[in-house]
């Protein structure tokens, strides 16, 4: 007999969810999660997301766990030239700053912050 968790998620699931949803703030661990869970993109895009996301936390030296989404907004210029310092191709940088903004814009989008320009 079941009772009543369909074997998906439970307490535990809630209230992380409260904690994403809180106050708008979120970390990067956590939008993935919710990427992944949505099936807003493919396993081949994902990859490539947290392949940034590994960039990011070596970036501001955390676990993506414990970087604020909001911290995204410091991303561009510095998050550039710390690439560029560690060997990355033009090309390579590029890509990770332009999937960087997505994942901000995505947070943005889904009003877990505010989006400011």
């Not at 919710?34 to 396993?43: A, F, I, N, S």
């Not at 700053?97 to 320009?117: D, K, S």
């Amino acid at each position: 007999m079941r009772n009543g968790n369909s074997g998906r998620g439970g307490a535990n699931d809630s209230s992380k969810k409260r904690r994403q949803h809180a106050g708008g703030i979120m970390t990067l661990q956590d939008l993935l999660d919710v990427l992944r869970r949505d099936g807003t993109y493919r396993e081949g895009f994902l990859l490539m997301l947290r392949a940034t996301v590994r960039c990011l936390a070596a970036y501001f030296g955390k676990p993506p766990d414990k970087i604020m989404i909001e911290r995204q907004r410091q991303v561009s210029d510095g998050f550039s030239a710390y690439l560029k310092a560690r060997g990355y191709c033009v090309a390579s940088v590029e890509t990770n700053v332009r999937l960087a903004r997505m994942l901000y814009a995505q947070a943005a989008r889904r009003g877990f912050i505010a989006l400011l320009n």
